[in-house]
């Protein structure tokens, strides 16, 4: 029995739509069993002496122990991870036969910890925002209340008392939160190309950079909690796009207890394995955290992990389909649903029986004439999304011409250059599901040769990278180039990601001629380029130096 990771959960998780504390424990399967149940009896014994009778505990097992947590007030989290760790000694020490732990003794340790990290005031604010209808946003720092322009913000501690503050002049904006394996970047960034065609400034955060209007204010991964906080205190924010990425709700929650409207994309194989997650259920309970706090949940028709999921939901769903006779689609219309859908190469959104087609996929310009269906199903969520929030269809439309997806717009997403004959196509494709999608566009697209770079993450379990291997032979690359991806090793030794993917082109039978390793991602972009001859296409996945291999790229064309 080990404890694996202790951390606090600042929104709704994964387990609870509550703030608390979790441990990740690993708990041989015989005796599982005995130990949760001592861990939920310690557990509640200390809630209770510690006049947190009104708390829970949650439980959610996985292939090799099991996440265990109780839930705790906002303010003392810090404190909730030390009671919940108790509980977990207490309950090893029953299950190993050893002697129980000072209780008293230990009951006064928790109470001190409690005791100075308790913020009375934090918790007064609190309040009175959730009476008046405003978001509450709070850190280890810094904590808000409103939104974006309608938002104010103060140390953590120095907060006023509710009737120091002027109410009247504190809102919130529209915000969204979008999740799903694949496309939720992209999602994001068409929304803000229909926020700016509508004039309003959009706060958003991705997995690149969080941007406020055309600034760039931070760089880096801030899918996550941090991110929301940091566009939704920005007093320039008029409506909030959160790229919602699977790893901040798991580690975290979420750092909102309401939004406007949520969307699920699509739910595949990814990442599986990490923090008590080891299954497409699970990841898809995961990802489906957000539902827990819209009003509105946009989803994928044509998903069926999402299908099962959205039975549970009592909110509002728009549902969103490249399948015209989406028997989904015609049940939700006929009950006077929403939703927006594909046909007869047009894009088309109803409200019951109003139906309205938004604007001909030719005019779409990230949709390659609609050769690239992902991002159709994109521009159909993204226009779903942006009606909820409030965009006319015109502002929507007008949006979705405007966005292209080039280096500045969109980063290492379906990036298109030419020179000398050439076409290369930069993505970020790195998983089953993002592969098979690139690769049925990518046989679309006339080429005397296509190459392919071919590298993934050290986290990635092998059946997973040989998974991906499949993918890409039967696509039917004339090269493919292995690569090292030095920055993502996650565990593993070098070499050791590149001999699995040899291995398994070797098992399928591709000839030693049709593949070469690569010592990096920027040597294998620098052999392909030497490589190419005119009318051949480069599929060059880029992850571990995206912009060095876009401005490659960009060199080139230029010359």
Sequence with gaps: MELLDSRRL????????????????????????????????????????????????????????????????????????????????????????????????????????????????????????????????SDDDLVSVGMGTGSRTWPRNELPAPSEVDWSALRDVPTAMITGTNGKTTTVRLLAAIAAAAGRCAGITSTDRVCVGDEVIEEGDWSGPGGARLVLRDRRTEVGLLETARGGMLRRGLAIEACDVAAVLNVAADHLGEWGVGTLQSLAEGKFVVTRVARCVVLNADDAVVLRLSEELACEVVWFTLEPDSLVLAHHVARGGRAAWLENGALWMCHGTQRERLI????????????????????????????????????????????????????????????????????????????????DLVRHIPAKRRLVLLGQAGDREEASVREMVAITVAAHFDMIVIKELTEHLRGRELGEVPAIIESELRALGVPEDRFIHCASELEAVDWALAWAQPGDLLLLLAHDKRDEVLERLEAHAAR
């Design 360 to 439: 001909g996929v030719d005019e779409v310009p990230i949709t390659i004439g609609g050769a690239a269906r992902y991002n159709v199903a994109n521009a159909l969520a993204a226009a779903a999304i942006a009606e909820r929030l409030g965009f006319s269809l015109d502002e929507i439309r007008a949006g979705l011409r405007d966005f292209k997806s080039d280096r500045h717009a969109n980063p290492g997403r379906m990036n298109q250059f030419e020179f000398d004959g050439v076409r290369a196509i930069c993505d970020f494709a790195h998983n089953p599901h993002g592969f098979e999608a690139l690769f």
């Design 10 to 137: 600042t929104g709704a998780n994964i387990l609870s739509s509550r703030p608390g504390a979790v441990i990740d424990v690993a708990i041989p399967e015989a005796e599982r069993a005995r130990v949760i149940a001592a861990w939920g009896e310690h557990a509640r014994r200390l809630l209770d002496a510690l006049g947190w009778d009104g708390e829970q505990t949650f439980v959610r097992e996985s292939a090799d122990g099991a996440s265990l947590a109780i839930s705790a007030p906002i303010d003392v989290l810090y404190a909730a991870t030390e009671v919940n760790e108790s509980a977990w000694t207490a309950a090893v020490a029953e299950a190993s036969g050893l002697p129980a732990p000072d209780t008293a003794g230990e009951l006064g340790r928790l109470r001190a910890e409690i005791d100075a990290e308790a913020n009375p005031a934090l918790l007064a604010l609190r309040t009175a925002a959730i009476e008046r209808g405003v978001a509450f946003l």
